[in-house]
T-cell receptor, first 111, second 114 residues
């Protein structure tokens, strides 16, 4: 059972465009993380959101946690080729389980 | 910081052999260790969870006799793929978690079984 639905799965856009990646679930998460992964490497944490309605910014990346803590979004402004990678959302249900990952969004930014 | 190392980073083995992957948390103590597997173009799938000194808990569909996990200390965990077959070829990632429930990830081990 896929607890976290991520969309889109693949996205290829031109440099300078904006994009949004969505992460949805029927479960309530105590916290939700966004990761970026390069080929052949482990995921690198971008941000953790814990409060419903929370918005965090990381340069051109804006992360939002839904009010009900069941969904989240990642918005990239003026995408650059260096943003290319696999973006993963992951949630923690309760305190004892490991992170559950969405299927990921493969993002390609073309120069 | 939180530094996690995995060894080896890349291994090729013949079908039927066993491969051991080490995961070390270099600057913190990992009370819990998670092992994930990632196939090409796919996301991370949790294989098992282990607490230091305890037996690992395996996710549904993961054979405990095939994927042996040892978490003997707070800084070291190992995953042994026994009698590896080509379908076991994958990217294996360890993820230690410390008491604050922060979960970190190793750089991964690429296993190719011929």
């Amino acid at each position: 059972t896929q607890l976290l639905e991520q969309s889109p799965q693949f996205l290829s856009i031109q440099e300078g465009e904006n994009l949004t990646v969505y992460c949805n679930s029927s479960s309530v998460f105590s916290s939700l993380q966004w990761y970026r992964q390069e080929p052949g490497e482990g995921p690198v944490l971008l941000v953790t959101v814990v409060t419903g309605g929370e918005v965090k910014k990381l340069k051109r990346l804006t992360f939002q946690f839904g009010d009900a803590r069941k969904d989240s979004s990642l918005h990239i402004t003026a995408a650059q080729p260096g943003d290319t990678g696999l973006y993963l959302c992951a949630g923690l249900v309760g305190g004892a389980d490991g992170l559950t990952f969405g299927k990921g969004t493969h993002l390609i930014i073309q120069p | 910081g939180a530094v996690v190392s995995q060894h080896p980073s890349w291994v090729i083995c013949k079908s039927g052999t066993s491969v051991k992957i080490e995961c070390r948390s270099l600057d913190f103590q990992a009370t819990t260790m998670f092992w994930y597997r990632q196939f090409p173009k796919q996301s991370l799938m949790l294989m098992a969870t282990s607490n230091e000194g305890s037996k690992a808990t395996y996710e549904q569909g993961v054979e405990k006799d095939k994927f042996l996990i040892n978490h003997a200390s707070l800084t070291l965990s190992t995953l042994t793929v026994t009698s590896a077959h080509p379908e076991d070829s994958s990217f294996y990632i360890c993820s230690p978690r410390r008491r604050s429930y922060e979960q970190f990830f190793g750089p991964g081990t690429r296993l190719t079984v011929l």
